[in-house]
């Protein structure tokens, strides 16, 4: 099971350490992490997707609510949540028919081209990890340079 | 006033008496003040060994205990202490110097990131970088490590901020926003495991160290006796119900009493108390676990669900969930009868074991040394174990009567706890006598802390079963390993006699029932600590035996 965890914590230096060491020292995997400060500036936010079954993900959460830096721990509903990620990619290009049908493909997925050349075109996309990787494997063909992830950001939708 | 002086003061407010520790450049400043206020600073040889008795004193005393160490490798010298507390949950300060905050990061002399070393063994940690942090990082830190589950916090205090002067402020009030120790128990839950307890026909109580930690010996004895229910304990909740009642059976697990890993076994409902359900408890429980329902109760809500899945949880200090407990027995009058069917074999499969366990048959078996210890010491004597043969010998055949007296390093298994947590213990309980069931191999780890037992004058025992050998591994190596005997021989040396009278101790050494029974009678009326070595066979087992991963009613049985 995927799961996403919002944790707020304390902004203070050395949580994100203590954060990712428990999950080395309990034996889970961080699948991605985005932290960032919060609106008010005394907390940050953590966003972090892992991979595990269900007495896992419920024993993880407990592990992080017991921490004394956490402020609150959640697992999000997917369902329930508005959770994006921001790609970039960058593309080979072999002929000039490649770059008419990589726009194509970065229209259809709401992306945006930058740093067009004649041999690789870089590619910005916000969306689902799973949309990314939709995406991912149509460019594939052509040649993926490089790619960088920011990690999944995620709140709960109002009222949900 | 400077950070040091502030240190003091806010410790004086905490109520601390004594520290144990160890100086150096890192933490000069703060020992320059034990020359200025009342706290008594005992001095150690080694700073494992200060953590060690910081830890015995603060399971005896349930305040936190205090040791001091210096930057670098003082503080990594009280890991091994920090992670000890960590795994049994003992409320623990410790109190480390730092290089300046400007050298920090910059590989100076003695300088160690022990806030990062330490992170996963400690329950949380401090590193003021202004003096004026001082006050609240100490009444925080006293707050955190003896609320909820107890454990051992670090403050690290870097020499300029001990050193340099701010007004202080000292706040009896504050706030930990994402600290809550302790949850109110659900009452419904309760009633709930009341029912099952009620409607269950061979339940069995399983107490943990929690059952200790929180003293719930009143409750719990009241739960038992009121509802008929057999008891038995973890290693680490030894004690928690006395070991002479009716209804105890003793600690289960790898090296559990027969009787009780049969009636665990047996058992078709259990109210699990303040414990994990370690491997070394439970062996594999999914033998049984199918036709076993589970209660459990602990302050951890983490620890619910962890390594075994129940039917009810109760989420609370355990004193709190079983008070709960005892008051809906009450205003049920429930009762059950001291004649079932159930309690009947409980009482027989315990008479059976008490006449047909083998025990060595040699005059100085581990089973008799023990029982003769149990016999000359008063009850309310407090007892702490090393780790190895011994202190599964001493699990099985010292019988603990009042709750609460026992303890034991046994969640790490640190060799080299028992003697310098003994003296913890001591300073804690002046009043009581306070002996450390030991192995040589154990003893030997720890073993200059008798300068401290001699020099500050804490006499207390060290009851060595000395078979010069690392006896549990040597053991091991018989069963599992073809008799393959690798590193385990102790070669006789040091004689711990003499050991014992260098360092100004008493040493006596007892060869038969009759020299053991003048020893034990003689430390107990020394003033100076004594060191009892008493020769045993190093072939001695300790058994029954639940080899690892194998389930309880697999014991394999003397023969």
Sequence with gaps: MWAILSILVENKPGILFKVTHLFRSRNFNIDSISVGVTDDENYSRMTITTYGDDK????????????????????????????????????????????????KLVNAYGGKVHDVKKDSLMVELTATPAQIKAFEELVKPFGIIDVARTGVAALQRSGA | MTGAKALMTAMEKEGVKEVFGLPGGANLPMYDEFARCDIRHILVRHEQSAAHMADGFGRVSRKPGVCFATSGPGATNILTGLATAQADSAPMVAVTGQVP???????????????????????????????????????????????GR??????????????????????????????????DPDVASVQKAVDMLVNSERPII???????????????????ETLMIPVVTTFKGKGAFPENHPLSLGPIGMHGHAEANKMMAEADCVLAIGTRFSDRSVGTFEAFEKRLKIIHMDVDPAE?????????????????????MVKLLLQKSLKKSEDSVWIKHVRETKEYWKENLKIHPGEMGAAKILRKLRELLPKESVVTTEVGQHQMWASLFYDVIQPGTFFSSTGLGTMGWGFPASIGAKVARPDVPVVDIAGDGSFSMTENSLATAVLEDIPVIVFVLNNSTLGM???????????????????????????????????????????????????????????????????????????????????????
């Design chain 2, 304 to 324: 619910i669900g962890k390594n075994q899945t129940t039917n009810i949880s109760v989420v609370g200090d355990v004193r709190a969930s079983l008070r709960i």
């Design chain 2, 206 to 224: 399983l107490a943990g160290g929690g059952t200790i930690i929180s003293s719930a010996f009143a409750e719990l004895q009241s739960v038992a």
């Design chain 2, 473 to 559: 591994v040597a053991q091991w190596q018989r069963t599992f390993y073809d008799r393959r005997m690798v590193g385990v021989d102790q070669g006789g040396c040091p004689d711990y006699v003499k050991l014992a009278e260098s360092y100004g101790a008493q040493g006596i050494r007892a060869q038969s029932m009759d020299e053991l029974d003048k020893a034990i009678k003689s430390a107990l009326s020394s003033d100076v600590a004594t060191v009892i070595d008493i020769p045993i066979d190093p072939e001695e087992d300790v058994l029954p035996f639940v080899a690892p991963g194998t389930s309880l009613s697999d014991m394999i049985l003397p023969s």
């Design chain 1, 56 to 103: 896992q993900i419920i024993q993880i959460v407990k592990q992080l609510d017991k921490m004394i830096d956490t402020v609150e721990v959640k697992q999000l509903d997917e369902h329930k949540t508005l959770f994006r990620e921001l790609c970039i990619f960058n593309i080979k290009l072999s002929s000039a028919s490649d770059s008419m049908e990589v726009n």
């Design chain 2, 101 to 147: 905050v400007a050298m920090i990061g910059k590989d100076a002399f003695q300088e160690s990131d022990i806030i990062g070393m330490a992170n996963p063994v400690v329950k949380y940690s401090f590193q003021p970088r202004l003096p004026g942090e001082v006050p609240e990082s100490v009444r925080k830190g006293f707050y955190i490590a003896e609320t």
């Design chain 2, 150 to 183: 107890p454990g051992p916090v670090l403050l690290d205090i870097p020499k300029d901020v001990q050193q340099n002067e701010a007004p202080m402020d000292f706040p009896d009030e504050f706030t930990i926003q994402g600290y809550h120790p302790w949850n």
